[in-house]
């Protein structure tokens, strides 16, 4: 697969979206500027029919939420975003953007209305469950910085001179005759945005259980998304895939953070046997 290959074709789903054209910004509540996406899209070009093969959910954080109280006053916050798995739709990014800018000279009575209205609001586009959480400045300082848990695999001295998004680095990537149990984590995730091709970088992690892995043949395979064109829910899904493919884990969990863009990061989760834990950010985001 080169980094042209287009899995989307002339998808219809995507030919109306703002992303990637001239937009005015709009500062009084309007829900209808947000926009999904199918997640049929992806997962048919992946082969996943309706029976996944994992749960989870796109974590989101806004940390530029910001609105007027019943006075006139305005207000700010951090809000967290969990979209299920099984939602018909994912967000697009910069219509969730130009949606919460919406709120920005908007009159609410109370946080719990703010909370309230996102929630109805972003399930509908979704077609799909949607749980909001809003975090208000007294609590800023309880907001952690970590890093993803596991072995860094980014440390290998290897040489790259292909940049094509190629899963066959997967290809005997494994010792039948090890059986482990380990997570493994990297910072050079990068893929570009489907629409627009800028760029998207992130920090994945991968913990799973089964034959070992090579970790050489795995940070290539990561290192292949450099130039591949997809949104993030899009990538974790298929590196998802394509481990259980290629790599036979009995478990797996695919976790990847993505730094900001326009006051938003977005932390798809996708696991066959636990649940995402908190939501802390890394250092890039």
Known sequence: MTKNHDPYGEAKELTGLTLGKSTQYESEYNPTLL??????????????NTNLPFHGEDIWTGYELSWLNSK???????????????????????????YLNTFNQTKFD?????QDTLAKDLSKCAEGDVVVSII???????Q????????????LDIEVDDYEFKPDYLENSTDDKQTVAETLTSNLLKSNCLITSQPDWGSVMIRYQGPKIDREKLLRYLISFR???????????RIFVDLKRFCNCTKLTVYARYTRRGGLDINPYRSDFEQPS???RLARQ
């Open 278 to 280: 908190e939501n802390h």
């Open 227 to 237: 130039q591949h064109n997809e949104f993030h829910e899009q990538c974790v899904e």
């Open 136 to 142: 208000e400045p007294k609590h800023f300082g309880l």
């Open 35 to 48: 926009q999904g996406v199918p997640r049929k899209l992806n997962r048919d070009a992946i082969e996943l």
């Open 144 to 155: 952690r910085v970590v890093e993803l848990p596991g072995a860094c695999i980014d440390e």
């Open 72 to 98: 006139g006053k305005p207000m700010v916050a951090i809000a967290e975003f969990r979209l299920d798995y099984k939602s018909e739709n994912l967000i697009e990014s910069k219509s969730f953007k130009l």
């Open 110 to 114: 109370s946080i719990t209305q703010v």
